[in-house]
């Protein structure tokens, strides 16, 4: 008989857990569906049912695979999205995007030539391609030193000192701090929406080719990359045995479910799946998927209040929003950067795919990370003759 109440410890390490995952990265979340073109009410919405969508396909996928399937929104995603132009259209048309990411995820679950296609991707230049994405979010911090100091350090410092003895809440603590310097901005007062609870916003999702192609295509490469492929992976370090296609499958209907309410990729989580999957969360691994319910529970709570969250965005000081998506980008920057040059052979196609996705090109409606991926494949393909 399987148990029927979580144990005390998998309560613990599940808030543990949304805190963290939640804390972490909403930030950036905020600021890849803003720079899509969506007002406050939407940027509300989508945020909620980012973290709906988040929080119930992992409650789901746990109970039903009895494994700590934690799940989150795309944070790579996010940051692409963040760093690509608004599409003619608006925020309408970024949705169907999202939505066509979503269907192209499910695809890979159930029709494994498309999931071989994804992985057969270089890594070097796949990791190259989020390190351009990320690169003008990771500088965002710095610039805001010069600017705006007082915001700016105080964030910083913190974020500092935290991760010096843990990684894990470096970021938390250094939302607490914005939070703080918010309510001194707004005279010792803590703005609150008219309502506490988010309402929704439904978009009518529209396609355009260019937006397909130049935000779709590159979201659900890199959530692939970044996100499923090591979630599973991660997974299967801990002695767990995932099935592939159940969990993209789950995700991918999340996603298409809450596209339409503004929210981009849900995904298998890397970091957080960790962090349930660990002897730290439960001694018996076949109780731990307990801690992935229990995150999955609390991220729905953090959901329903998403409105609170986006109205204290809002309301922070200059650039304090960026400042945060830079520091909780900067440990993901590195290692991609580093992952992406790390080979002689593929170095100089990583080197093309990174500046080029840097570089922010826009031609023919295509996004820059379409292009550095592209460039970058042309090359690697030309070196690759070469040595032959």
């Known amino acids: 008989m399987p148990r029927i109440a979580p144990p005390l410890q998998t309560v613990t390490t599940g808030f543990v857990v949304a805190v963290v995952g939640f804390f972490s990265s909403f930030p950036i979340l905020l600021q890849g569906i803003r720079a899509m073109g969506a007002d406050d009410v939407q940027a509300a919405s989508g945020l909620m049912f980012a973290a709906l969508a988040m929080g119930l396909a992992g409650l789901v996928l746990s109970v039903w695979s009895r494994i700590p399937a934690s799940v989150a929104w795309s944070t790579p995603g996010a940051a692409l999205l963040a760093s690509t132009m608004v599409p003619e259209g608006g925020f309408a048309v970024a949705v169907g995007a999202f939505l066509f990411a979503g269907v192209l995820t499910l695809v890979a679950g159930l029709y494994r030539p498309l999931g071989r296609l994804t992985t057969a991707i270089p890594a070097p230049l796949a990791q190259a391609m989020l390190a351009g994405v990320l690169l003008g979010l990771c500088l965002a911090p710095f610039r805001a030193l010069g600017e705006v100091p007082l915001t700016a350090l105080p ?112 995904c298998v989580a890397a970091i957080t799946a960790a962090m349930c999957s660990d002897a730290d969360s439960h001694p018996d691994p076949a109780q731990r998927w307990w801690s992935a319910v229990m995150a999955g529970l609390v991220y729905c709570l953090f959901g329903l209040f998403a409105a609170v969250i986006t109205t204290l965005a809002a309301a922070a000081p200059d650039m304090a929003v960026e400042t945060l998506a830079g520091v909780a980008l900067l440990g993901v920057f590195a290692h991609s950067a580093g992952a992406a ?48």
């Open 155 to 266: 964030i910083l410092i913190t974020w500092f000192v935290v991760s010096r003895f843990n990684r894990t809440f470096a970021v938390p603590a250094a939302v607490l701090v914005a939070f703080a310097l918010t309510v001194i901005e707004q005279g010792y007062t803590v703005p609150l929406p008219d309502h506490l609870l988010t309402v929704p916003r439904f978009v009518m999702p529209q396609f355009e080719l260019s937006a397909l192609l130049g935000i779709g295509v590159p979201l659900f490469i890199v959530t692939m990359a970044a996100q499923n492929i090591p979630g599973i992976a991660v997974l299967r370090s801990f002695g767990y045995e995932p099935s592939a296609p159940r969990l993209l499958s789950g995700t991918a209907i999340a996603s298409i479910l809450s596209a339409p309410f503004g929210a981009p990729q849900t």
């Open 341 to 388: 040059l790390e080979k002689p052979d593929t170095r100089e196609a990583a080197a093309v795919t990174f500046l080029v996705t840097a570089s922010g090109v826009t031609i023919i409606g295509l996004s820059a990370a379409v292009w550095g991926l592209l460039l970058g494949g042309i090359v690697h393909a030309a070196m690759s003759l070469k040595r032959r």
